[in-house]
């Protein structure tokens, strides 16, 4: 079992900052990535970043790379986005999303509004 919490959300105007956590607790030994994705209303789930624990490669989708940075922190089986230069079409619910043994788990979500 594995339970994902985000925080840092929050109400910002464009081209603020805000840096979302997200903890993982429970069968977390040895994950294999932990990312970020976004859901806006009426839309799809969309990738925006991700980092894999051994190494700590990234990737990011277009419409963010160049903006927003993730980072992790292993011992505390923990991952940080930080936004900068936020724009309105940033405003969503964000995920964290952990793979470990070849699964995927979600949290809840942290909702995310960029205001112009």
């Known amino acids: 079992q594995v339970q994902l919490v985000e925080s840092g959300g929050g109400l910002v105007q464009a081209g603020g900052s805000l840096r979302l956590s997200c903890t993982a607790s429970?069968?977390?030994?040895?994950?294999?990535?932990m990312g970020w994705y976004r859901q806006a209303p009426g839309k799809e789930r969309e990738f925006v970043a991700d980092?894999?624990?051994?190494?700590?490669?990234?990737y990011y989708s277009d419409s963010v790379k160049g903006r927003f940075t993730i980072t992790r922190d292993n011992a505390k089986n923990a991952v940080f986005l930080q936004m900068n230069s936020l724009k309105p079409e940033d405003t969503a619910i964000y995920y964290c999303k952990l793979v470990v043994a070849g699964l995927g788990y979600w949290g809840q979500g942290t909702q995310v509004t960029v205001s112009s």
């Open positions: 429970g069968r977390t030994f040895n994950w294999s990535g």
């Open positions: 980092i894999s624990r051994n190494g700590g490669k990234t």
